[in-house]
């Protein structure tokens, strides 16, 4: 069942928030907002005063003054969580009156960890429609890292609309493989920017196929979890072609293979006047080969007054469950366990009573002995002696004496003289130097 958002009034344009948290969170706000991203207002909502007071935002909240002092959660989820909840009230104020929601937060650390599910719920119940663009840490950041993003996926999706994430180990396919650190983020964050500013303009873009809220919820409603998006624009002669194409290799869609999975499905096309119909047909008959029979395929198309605008695809839809979350890892444990306790003793069960031999009895009635005791129990009867005799103890070896080696050396050869005989006088080789033949043994 779709759930649609609060009273929306048509006749005006929706109130549109763009939704920082977090380092990460609010340098994306920034760089959309610094691009000029349609009809936007940004919030940016961190605990480290120092990002705060450089960014662009204009509006700003301070997640914690007293559980942080402004300094950050320090990669701790706990911390962000009560800096959180110490600013409850400020958040409710920034994000009251929206009726489209984008948070966006870069999962792993400690503050859009820990609060960005509090923030999440804050958006929810104001009526807005909530899409999350997150982040998940690099392999290499470690295995804490990554569990705690993916428990924070958890908790915004469960509270979000639709969650477009983005691994940033898949940083290297944006970009040509020798080029530089700030080449490859900022490419991974202009492709965020074109999730924000396709979901937000294709909203409010006119044209004969509008999209709606209600279109958004139909597609992103179905169920919480992660979100397909692709987008692309081209010019030129084959322009419809190139743009569906580069539409499909965005790694939000995995290259188009997602779409088999998608229940539902929303095309929306943007371009010239000159946007022909026979290019819209064919758009959607190749999206079509890319998708299961039993998927819905929701069309919109939008027209600019420029005459040099490219056409630009956009595709939006709901990720099946194999891509919803990211693979949670299992957190290594902070403290070593606790030794395990031995197993308990097994009860000692008493020793059967030997049975009464007929030599027992007859030595019993020729010396019968003291009469024993009412109270005490009788005497046990000794054992027989065994005729074997019993194993003598083997001597203890003498510890080995410790020998020293003698290194076989192989005699050294006498080279060119090899061949010649040895000087013999009086017993002794004068081919042997003197201090050796005079060196006593």
Known sequence: MITFPKYLDRSQNPVVRL???????????????????????????????????????????TLGPLTTRGLGA???????????????????????????????????????????????????????????????????????????????????????????????????????????????????????????????GLISAPGPLGVGLPDLLSVLNGGKGGCLFGTGSASGDNRAHEALERALKSPLLDRGRLLDDAASILVHLSGPPSLSFAEVGAIMQEIARQTSEGSIL?????????????????????AGASAAAPAAQPARPLRAPLPERPPAPAPVEPEPELPATPELVSAQEQDPGPAPSRQAPPPRPAAQPSSKPSPKPSPKPSPAKIKQETLQFEPVARGRFEKIEPTIVEGEDLDVPTFLRLRKP
């Open 298 to 318: 929701h069309l919109g198309v939008s027209t600019l007054p420029d005459m040099n605008a490219p056409v630009v695809v956009t595709i939006i839809a709901k």
């Open 19 to 61: 939704v920082g948290i977090g380092n990460a969170g609010v340098n994306l706000a920034d760089r959309i907002t610094m691009a000029g991203g349609p009809g936007l207002e940004a919030v940016a909502i961190n605990s480290d005063q120092q990002s705060l007071s450089s960014s662009v935002s204009p509006l700003k909240v």
């Open 74 to 200: 320090g990669g701790d989820p706990e911390i962000g969580l009560d800096a959180a909840k110490e600013s409850l009230q400020e958040i409710e104020e920034a994000l009251a009156g929206s009726d489209i929601i984008f948070l966006c937060g870069g999962l792993g650390g400690g503050t859009a960890s820990g609060a960005g599910g509090i923030v999440a719920e804050i958006a929810k119940q104001s009526g807005a429609l909530l899409i999350a663009i997150v982040t998940s840490p690099f392999g290499f950041e470690g295995r804490r890292r990554t569990t705690q993003a993916a428990t924070a996926f958890q908790e915004i999706s469960a509270h979000a609309d639709a969650v477009i994430h983005f691994e940033n180990d898949r940083m290297a396919e944006l970009t040509a493989p020798k080029s530089g650190v700030s080449e490859t983020f900022a490419a991974c964050d202009e492709l965020l920017c074109g999730c924000v500013a396709a979901v937000a």
